[in-house]
């Protein structure tokens, strides 16, 4: 009898070490200790510029456990390299979920690979939190589990269009596009924005592969149409040969390049500051190369992350602030979800978030998520390549 109460006594202890405590509920990932988050990247491959992203929000989650953690835990996301191949993708991602157990799927780069995995993850009911604007990732009847934190591509591309429709109403428009959900909305948006004005105004719309070695001919095809405004919705390794083989081409249309491809740092340079002189692109976040930030307290604590904690990485690349911004957002929403760490919990707070001012986000710009919609944002901000670095367009 003895011996019976002392296995109970055992049986009782060793429950209570890996049940919640009283008022806390765990899914899948969660312990007392850890929040176990993964993702797949492309650290290798066509758009391997876009490394940079995970590893900046890998480095985040580091100074975050530094610090405690979130609400006690700390946080562990395994990061995988993708190659930015969809196949690849979905191979990392069952690997994440089926072997590694992870809470959710946080960040997956690109949306080849994002709409790779959509479906698997919608069906195992796991939140897919991704930093991409297609639209099929804020369509909660058809996706209920996966919210983007990005930008809209159709959002991007009417702002576009209602800049060229105020500054070169005569223009005559060439679309180079990367041919995946990406490059087609970003197309759809700027189209839309034109509005019964598209149909005249766009004299040549082109497309590539990933896996084309260049895009001479397609330039060589807007040119030949005319083109004085180029509409670029190309990642960042075409984004570059598009830059370098206009100037190659003496061919100078007023260039207006996609958020994810705006960076200094491994789009302008490569391709040559001088030839991308007057290039607009959109944006949402705060430069640290802008003077008017200067003593910006999140430009400064930013800054500090940077150097501490990604010391290879240079603060004014745009895909480092966008790593840092998106990985500051979701470390929010698990604290927002404090003990209810359930993947349900999570995706209600995800989309029922109220406007909320995140690190670097623009004066005045505040992302929040409405549970019919899901779209993050409702605008962005223009600006222009001085040669140097962007001034924002009022």
């Given amino acids: 009898m003895q011996r019976r109460s002392i296995l109970a006594a ?4 060793a429950a209570a070490a890996v049940l919640p405590a009283f008022g806390q509920a765990y899914d899948t990932g969660i312990s007392a200790t850890e929040i176990k988050l993964g993702q797949s990247g492309p650290y290798s491959g ?13 480095a985040y989650f580091k100074m975050v456990n530094d610090k405690g953690g979130i609400n006690g835990r700390k946080v562990t996301l395994l990061s995988l390299d993708d190659a930015y191949s969809p196949p690849k993708a979905v191979e990392a991602t069952r690997k994440l979920v089926e072997q590694d157990q992870v809470f959710a799927i946080f960040s997956t780069m690109g949306t080849p690979a994002n709409s790779a995995i959509q479906n698997y993850l919608n069906q195992k009911q796991i939140p897919q939190i991704v930093i991409s604007g297609a639209a099929r ?15 809209s591509y159709k959002i991007e591309g009417a702002t576009f269009a209602r800049y060229v429709l105020a500054q ?36 040549g719309e082109v497309s590539y592969e990933t896996s084309d070695a260049s895009i001479g001919s397609q330039l060589l095809q807007l040119k030949s149409a005319g083109a004085d405004v180029v ?13 370098k083989g206009m100037a190659e081409m003496a061919w100078k249309p007023l260039h207006l390049l996609t958020s994810p491809s705006s960076s200094i740092k491994s789009v302008i340079e490569p391709a040559g500051a001088a030839n991308a002189v007057g290039a607009v692109t959109a944006v949402t976040l705060k430069s640290p190369t802008d003077p008017a930030y200067a003593n910006d307290a999140d430009v400064k604590e930013y800054v500090a992350f ?3 904690y990604l010391p290879e990485a240079d603060p004014g690349d745009f895909n480092v602030m966008i790593g840092y911004n998106s990985v500051a957002i979701m470390a929010d929403l698990l604290r927002r979800a404090g003990n209810n760490l359930t993947r349900k919990n999570l995706m209600a707070i995800a989309t029922n978030l109220p406007p909320t001012t995140y690190p670097l986000l623009l004066p005045g710009l505040k992302l929040g998520t409405d549970p019919k919609s899901y779209e993050a944002f409702s605008q962005v901000r223009l600006q222009r390549f001085d040669g140097t670095r962007y001034v924002l367009i009022d």
Avoid: C, E, H
């Fill in 231 to 243: 509409f670029n919705a190309a990642t960042p390794k075409f984004a570059a040969l598009a830059i």
């Fill in 168 to 203: 070169k109403p005569n223009a005559k428009i060439g679309i180079l596009y990367q041919n995946d959900d990406s490059g087609r909305d970003f197309s759809a948006g700027f189209k839309q924005g034109l509005g019964a004005k598209a149909a005249s105004m766009v004299v």
């Fill in 10 to 13: 055992a049986a009782a202890t």
């Fill in 306 to 308: 940077v150097k501490q």
């Fill in 46 to 58: 066509p758009v391997s510029a876009y490394g940079i992203i995970p590893k900046s929000q890998v």
């Fill in 137 to 151: 990732f804020s369509d909660p009847a058809k996706a209920p589990w996966t919210l983007s934190i990005y930008p």
